[in-house]
């Protein structure tokens, strides 16, 4: 049984350079990947790189101030981490201060300015017939939608008013349905439409009496008189159209066309909103040649509302064969349709861009808020006070280090070359990580995570003193080099894996049960500590099995840290034998 024993154990130090070739190919792959992907430094949280801070104050329907609830405050703040981290956007923090505020902090960065009006635009989601529409300040009336029999990708891009076109999802170009000259969804204003007439001709025309006796018919004619007015490039007034419409009125509203120009509209009550939406996404679709698609799937009750809408636009001519999409008083999209979309689900199609389509469907994903929220404040955070913070706290890391390293000098002598080697492997794999997590999961490094990794040096040099130690305690007993590196191996990996299950074991608690900046540091130590015990096995271990075998170390020389003299080894131990016993020739 010893001969085999001894085989394995002969084998297994023979073959040191398999594992430490393997953790610097893995090296060398996660640096070429890191240059190759074009992110070569990690990216910054907003207390490192900046960014933008806003306030949002909860402001309740009248007499519905039970509705500024922890179960709607948490479920705004839910909705608004996903529309701000849908956008790419990492290291976004969204939480709740006092009974009626929610802070969202977005660091600088792609995507983080469409973040921003996103978190600013936190009413609930809409969508409405257009009664008419043209573009505001002087402009002249807006383009008439493409012809019925257009294919999609005759439409312009998919910004608020370029006419793009739902369908059914998956659907090619539908057939047209007929286009009819009757009633339009001006209904909802209790007025004829006058047919043939342009969208500004249908807004100044002269509403019908109404069956109500003329109050209704009033009311439209004060909104279409608010309409003829309505500027849409003034900002001021852009922030306020709107304001204190219940979803079941007609209401004036403001979106940007593709040239940039404002437009404006009359729409009628809301015919579906936001929480209808069970989903929404942007797919590219190269099947029927329209480019990138938002595909909207509906709730159950939101699917037949979606089709009674559809149904009814579909008989009208431009623009009342359109909806609005809208959000916060803003169209965001204006789809206009053929005929009634009956399956649950719907595309919109147009000539959009990735962005613009990611956009939409980010908005139609987490639009419905169980609140109305206004900005009370939004400051901009500048990098200089965390600049400051991370040099001191990289001073400090390069102080600690330093000192680690001199003692590393000192104490273990020619050792110190190999946990050396060790920390820089460890520190290398560390930074291309984490420089490649940014663009794939959204890491971002902030002063916490830090600090998780400078902590994390004491941890790595804590593993290779509980190997270094194991090794001289066998040396101690008298053993040479080669077997006391094999003999203190399990013994000292034993101890290293249960102090970095402990680690990892409270990164992941700390991770779990936070918020905020404070996952940053947990991250960091759980990622680091597992690191540990990559390069512990893979680098450290192999690389002292192959030291061992050289003299300056297998000599024990007084520079090698595992000199025999100075650590007080006992003489080599023996089996002692016992006497022989003289034997009588007259017996033999």
């Given at each position: 049984m010893a001969t085999p024993k001894k085989g394995r154990s002969a084998s297994a130090q023979s073959k040191p350079g398999r594992s430490l070739a393997l953790i610097l190919i893995a090296i060398a792959a996660l640096t070429g990947g890191m240059f190759a992907s074009g992110h070569t430094t990690p990216r910054l949280g907003i207390d490192l790189a900046g960014g933008t801070s806003i306030t949002l104050r909860?402001?309740?329907?009248?007499?519905?101030?039970?509705?500024?609830?922890?179960?709607?405050?948490?479920?705004?703040?839910?909705?608004?981490?996903?529309?701000?981290?849908?956008?790419?956007?990492?290291?976004?923090?969204?939480?709740?201060?006092?009974?009626?505020?929610?802070?969202?902090?977005?660091?600088?960065?792609?995507?983080?300015?469409?973040?921003?009006?996103?978190?600013?635009?936190?009413?609930?989601?809409?969508?409405?017939?257009?009664?008419?529409?043209?573009?505001?300040?002087?402009?002249?009336?807006?383009?008439?939608?493409?012809?019925?029999?257009?294919?999609?990708?005759?439409?312009?891009s998919g910004k608020a008013t370029d006419k793009p076109e739902a369908t059914d999802k998956g659907s090619a170009s539908p057939s047209a349905s007929p286009s009819t000259q009757g009633r339009a969804v001006t209904d909802a204003l209790k007025?004829?439409?006058?047919?043939?007439?342009?969208?500004?001709?249908?807004?100044?025309?002269?509403?019908?009496?109404?069956?109500?006796?003329?109050?209704?018919?009033?009311?439209?004619?004060?909104?279409?008189?608010?309409?003829?007015?309505?500027?849409?490039?003034?900002?001021?007034?852009?922030?306020?159209?709107?304001?204190?419409?219940k979803a079941s009125q007609p209401t004036l509203a403001c979106g940007e066309n593709a040239q940039g120009q404002w437009q404006k509209y009359i729409l009628g009550p809301a015919e579906v909103d936001g929480t209808d939406v069970d989903k929404a996404q942007a797919v590219?679709?190269?099947?029927?040649?329209?480019?990138?698609?938002?595909?909207?799937?509906?709730?159950?009750?939101?699917?037949?509302?979606?089709?009674?809408?559809?149904?009814?636009?579909?008989?009208?001519?431009?623009?009342?064969?359109?909806?609005a999409i809208v959000l916060d008083g803003d169209v965001v999209s204006d789809p206009y349709v053929r005929q009634a979309l009956t399956g649950g689900n719907a595309e919109i199609s147009g000539n959009f861009t990735?962005?613009?389509?990611?956009?939409?469907a980010n908005m139609l994903s987490y639009g419905a808020l169980p609140l109305t929220f206004k900005v009370d404040s939004?400051?901009?955070?500048?990098?200089?006070?965390?600049?400051?913070?991370?040099?001191?706290?990289?001073?400090?890391?390069?102080?600690?280090?330093?000192?680690?390293?001199?003692?590393?000098?000192?104490?273990?002598?020619?050792?110190?070359?190999i946990a050396i080697l060790s920390l820089l492997a460890s520190a290398a794999l560390t930074y291309t990580l984490m420089a490649l997590l940014g663009p794939t999961i959204g890491f971002a490094l902030n002063l916490p995570a830090v600090c998780g990794a400078i902590v994390a040096i004491g941890i790595t040099a804590d593993s290779f003193?509980?190997?270094?130690?194991?090794?001289?305690?066998?040396?101690?007993?008298?053993?040479?080099?080669?077997?006391?590196?094999?003999?203190?191996?399990?013994?000292?990996?034993?101890?290293?894996?249960?102090?970095?299950?402990?680690?990892f074991l409270a990164a992941a608690v700390l991770f779990i049960v936070t918020v905020g900046k404070v996952r940053g540091f947990a991250f960091t130590l759980g990622l680091t500590t597992l690191l540990d015990v990559v390069v512990v096995f893979l680098?450290?271990?192999?690389?002292?099995?192959?030291?061992?075998?050289?003299?300056?170390?297998?000599?024990?020389?007084?520079w090698s840290g595992l000199d025999p003299k100075s650590l007080g080894a006992q003489p080599p131990l023996r089996r002692t034998r016992r006497p022989a016993v003289p034997v009588d020739p007259k017996e033999a």
């Amino acid at each position: 049984m010893a001969t085999p024993k001894k085989g394995r154990s002969a084998s297994a130090q023979s073959k040191p350079g398999r594992s430490l070739a393997l953790i610097l190919i893995a090296i060398a792959a996660l640096t070429g990947g890191m240059f190759a992907s074009g992110h070569t430094t990690p990216r910054l949280g907003i207390d490192l790189a900046g960014g933008t801070s806003i306030t949002l104050r909860a402001v309740p329907e009248a007499g519905n101030e039970a509705a500024i609830n922890k179960t709607n405050m948490d479920t705004a703040v839910s909705i608004m981490e996903r529309r701000v981290n849908g956008l790419g956007v990492s290291e976004a923090e969204v939480q709740t201060q006092g009974r009626d505020n929610i802070v969202v902090n977005i660091p600088k960065g792609t995507n983080s300015e469409q973040a921003r009006k996103q978190v600013g635009t936190t009413a609930k989601l809409y969508f409405r017939p257009v009664v008419a529409t043209e573009v505001s300040g002087g402009g002249g009336a807006a383009s008439p939608s493409p012809s019925p029999t257009g294919s999609p990708s005759d439409q312009p891009s998919g910004k608020a008013t370029d006419k793009p076109e739902a369908t059914d999802k998956g659907s090619a170009s539908p057939s047209a349905s007929p286009s009819t000259q009757g009633r339009a969804v001006t209904d909802a204003l209790k007025a004829d439409a006058t047919p043939s007439a342009s969208a500004s001709d249908k807004a100044k025309a002269s509403p019908s009496p109404s069956a109500s006796g003329g109050t209704a018919a009033d009311d439209a004619s004060k909104l279409q008189e608010q309409y003829a007015k309505l500027d849409c490039t003034n900002a001021k007034t852009r922030s306020t159209v709107g304001d204190g419409v219940k979803a079941s009125q007609p209401t004036l509203a403001c979106g940007e066309n593709a040239q940039g120009q404002w437009q404006k509209y009359i729409l009628g009550p809301a015919e579906v909103d936001g929480t209808d939406v069970d989903k929404a996404q942007a797919v590219l679709n190269t099947q029927t040649g329209a480019g990138w698609t938002v595909t909207m799937d509906f709730t159950d009750g939101g699917a037949k509302k979606f089709a009674d809408i559809t149904g009814k636009l579909a008989q009208n001519q431009s623009p009342q064969n359109q909806f609005a999409i809208v959000l916060d008083g803003d169209v965001v999209s204006d789809p206009y349709v053929r005929q009634a979309l009956t399956g649950g689900n719907a595309e919109i199609s147009g000539n959009f861009t990735q962005q613009s389509a990611q956009e939409l469907a980010n908005m139609l994903s987490y639009g419905a808020l169980p609140l109305t929220f206004k900005v009370d404040s939004m400051t901009t955070v500048t990098a200089a006070l965390g600049g400051d913070q991370l040099n001191a706290g990289l001073i400090a890391g390069a102080i600690g280090l330093a000192l680690v390293v001199i003692y590393l000098l000192a104490y273990y002598r020619g050792l110190s070359f190999i946990a050396i080697l060790s920390l820089l492997a460890s520190a290398a794999l560390t930074y291309t990580l984490m420089a490649l997590l940014g663009p794939t999961i959204g890491f971002a490094l902030n002063l916490p995570a830090v600090c998780g990794a400078i902590v994390a040096i004491g941890i790595t040099a804590d593993s290779f003193i509980v190997y270094f130690e194991r090794v001289r305690d066998e040396i101690r007993e008298g053993r040479t080099l080669r077997p006391a590196v094999e003999r203190a191996w399990p013994r000292a990996r034993r101890t290293i894996l249960v102090s970095d299950f402990v680690s990892f074991l409270a990164a992941a608690v700390l991770f779990i049960v936070t918020v905020g900046k404070v996952r940053g540091f947990a991250f960091t130590l759980g990622l680091t500590t597992l690191l540990d015990v990559v390069v512990v096995f893979l680098f450290t271990k192999p690389l002292l099995t192959l030291m061992a075998r050289r003299p300056f170390f297998a000599n024990g020389h007084k520079w090698s840290g595992l000199d025999p003299k100075s650590l007080g080894a006992q003489p080599p131990l023996r089996r002692t034998r016992r006497p022989a016993v003289p034997v009588d020739p007259k017996e033999a």
